[in-house]
């Protein structure tokens, strides 16, 4: 499968847990993304990754939400002491750099915090 | 900033029907892309198209054609012929045109059932 991977596909957490999530982009795409998609509503950016770098944070991510690309491969994301409005599907997705690639996303993980 | 609207909520149509998904979009920026994704129920988002601003021209592949209308800030959807399969929810998006930054605006997205 050369598709964007994300682990795990499901996730239950009591409030007040932290919970990682990991997505493996489709390998030699440099640019990883983060979204977050609740019910009824459009997938929205939290955070852009070019390589290790991250260039760009949405306000929505608070500071409790952490990212990370350490060799510029898989990234995770990471939330701490989590609530119940932290429940949602957290997307990820990848490109190569270029006008013309398209982004490709992940099948995203279900986040539920009771 | 950038909006995206979709107003139609959900529709349903009896398969072999014809179906418009509508979207309208507000931006300052002069350069830009639009682009819709389909969601079936697996979740993953799957590219359908992305049109430049500057491109104007009404595109059709297969059953599917989008109109691109600048004058009314609308990047319409139709599906022809629909079949089962084309149930999804759909998201119309922009994106400014910073090459490599495709930083998604989605509307809130149109969830369409085709009756066999």
């Known amino acids: 499968d050369t598709g964007v991977s994300q682990d795990p596909r499901h996730k239950i957490t009591k409030r007040g847990q932290n919970v990682t999530f990991r997505c493996d982009p489709i390998?030699?795409?440099?640019?990883l993304y983060w979204y977050r998609q609740t019910l009824g509503q459009g997938p929205e950016f939290l955070t852009y990754?070019?390589?290790?770098?991250?260039?760009?944070k949405s306000r929505l991510l608070s500071d409790r939400f952490s990212a990370e690309r350490p060799k510029g491969s898989f990234s995770t994301l990471e939330i701490q002491r989590t609530e119940q409005g932290d429940s949602a599907m957290y997307l990820c997705?990848?490109?190569?750099?270029?006008?013309?690639?398209?982004?490709?996303f992940g099948s995203g993980t279900q986040l539920s915090v009771l | 900033a950038q909006k995206v609207t979709q107003a139609q909520t959900e529709i349903s149509v009896v398969e072999k029907e014809d179906v418009t998904l509508d979207c309208v979009y507000e931006?300052?920026?002069?350069?830009?892309?639009l682009f819709w994704y389909k969601q079936p129920p697996s979740g993953e988002l799957v590219f359908l198209i992305r049109?430049?601003?500057?491109?104007?021209q009404n595109e059709i592949s297969g059953r599917y054609s989008w109109n691109f209308q600048k004058s009314t800030s609308s990047f319409n959807f139709t599906i022809t012929a629909s079949q089962v399969v084309d149930s999804a929810v759909y998201f119309c998006?922009?994106?400014?045109?910073?090459?490599?930054?495709?930083?998604?605006?989605f509307g809130t997205g149109t969830r369409l059932t085709i009756i066999p």
């Open positions: 997705a990848s490109r190569n750099r270029g006008p013309n690639e398209k982004l490709f």
């Open positions: 390998s030699e795409h440099n640019r």
């Open positions: 990754f070019q390589n290790e770098a991250q260039l760009e």
């Open positions: 931006t300052r920026d002069t350069t830009y892309y």
């Open positions: 049109r430049n601003s500057f491109d104007e």
């Open positions: 998006a922009h994106s400014r045109a910073d090459f490599g930054n495709e930083k998604l605006t």
